[in-house]
């Protein structure tokens, strides 16, 4: 099974750009689905984005302002963030699922990352 492990969260102003990354070691990557999910405080956690090959899934609400990209030779999924809001606080998460279909639908990978914190302020 495929463990991952993100990086780059820290804190923004509002209207600034983050890029998140996710490495992921212990299987063959470019098998997997990879996602990423985020948590704000006080709410449900949530999809971002999901990508597989040459597929790529984004919520409704995510398309404009956030970019999945991943170079399976380094093992790494990244998720590039711009024009960022206050309300995008939160716990952002990688996560990985053999299932495409089945990620994008049921919202349930089999792994998850630990979580990075993004914290924007106005």
């Known amino acids: 099974q495929v463990k991952l492990v993100e990086s780059g969260g820290g804190s923004v102003q509002a209207g600034g750009s983050l890029r998140l990354s996710c490495t992921a070691s212990?299987?063959?990557?470019?098998?997997?689905?990879v996602a990423w999910f985020r948590q704000a405080p006080g709410k449900e956690r949530e999809i971002i984005t999901v990508?597989?090959?040459?597929?790529?899934f984004y919520a409704a609400s995510m398309k404009d302002r956030f970019t999945i990209s991943r170079d399976n030779t380094k093992n790494s999924v990244y998720l590039q963030m711009d024009s960022l809001k206050p309300e995008d606080t939160a716990v952002y998460y990688c996560?990985?699922?053999?299932?495409?279909?089945?990620?994008?639908?049921?919202?349930?990978?089999?792994?998850w990352g630990q979580g990075t914190l993004v914290t924007v302020s106005s």
């Open positions: 212990g299987a063959t990557f470019s098998n997997y689905a």
């Open positions: 996560a990985a699922d053999l299932d495409y279909s089945a990620l994008v639908r049921y919202r349930l990978p089999e792994v």
């Open positions: 990508r597989h090959r040459d597929t790529t």
